[in-house]
């Protein structure tokens, strides 16, 4: 089946340095990848949107200054945190949709970024 | 209105029992149903999906359509220590988003 692979699974950063995220479908090219933000005891919340060979899509309310998205190929999405600051501490998950295959996503393992 | 709602929880059952998750949905447009399930600290993994009403089994997995009342269920049979998890459903929507429950938290006690 499809993979996604994320990295790294966990990051502590110091409060004002930007952390790098990356996102990668193993086995499928992905047009499409998503990033998801998930506080503890709650579901994920979309972030943007991140198309190959274009500018992300965000969601309303995301600052796109901060999370720089960026989809250089078909099976790789970066997500940069910029000038972290400790409220940015969170779970962050990508997904890929598999081309042709309904409307399945799968998603990676999650980095859990803790900003000091 | 948000587009699904589910239950948090948290759900505690003894091994063996069977579990009953639900949602509901306010668009009626939504044509596919997933469930996922969420391990601490780890992404979703996807369980089941389905298209259009009715049920669909996978082992001890049931997951089970009402799009009359927009309700969409998740049954575990024989419900194991290794199930306590989050579960998740969540509905496509458009080309690219996907509405997420809050998901509901399981515990199966030994």
């Known amino acids: 089946g499809a993979v996604v692979s994320q990295h790294p699974s966990r990051v502590i950063c110091k409060s004002g340095t930007s952390v790098k995220i990356e996102c990668r479908s193993l086995d499928f090219q992905a047009t499409t990848m998503f990033w998801y933000r998930q506080f503890p005891k709650q579901s994920l919340m979309l972030m943007a949107t991140s198309n190959e060979g274009s500018k992300a899509t965000y969601e309303q309310g995301v600052e796109k200054d901060k999370f720089l998205i960026n989809h250089a190929s078909l099976t790789l999405s970066t997500l940069t945190v910029t000038s972290a600051h400790p409220e940015d501490s969170s779970f962050y998950i990508c997904?890929?949709?598999?081309?042709?295959w309904g409307s399945g996503y799968t998603f990676g393992s999650g980095t859990r970024l803790t900003v000091v | 209105q948000k587009e699904v709602e589910q239950d948090p929880g948290p759900l505690s059952v003894p091994e063996g029992a069977i579990v009953s998750l639900n949602c509901t949905y306010s668009n009626s447009a939504f044509q596919y149903f997933m469930w996922y399930r969420q391990y601490s600290r780890k992404g979703p993994e996807l369980l089941m999906y389905t298209y259009s009403s009715g049920n669909k089994e996978d082992g001890r997995f049931t997951a089970q359509v009402d799009k009359s009342s927009k309700y969409i269920s998740l049954f575990i049979r024989d419900s194991q220590p290794s199930d306590s998890a989050t579960y998740l459903c969540?509905?496509?929507?458009?080309?690219?988003?996907?509405?997420f429950g809050t998901g509901t938290r399981l515990t199966v006690i030994p």
């Open positions: 997904s890929a949709r598999e081309r042709g």
């Open positions: 969540a509905l496509p929507g458009g080309a690219n988003n996907l509405f």
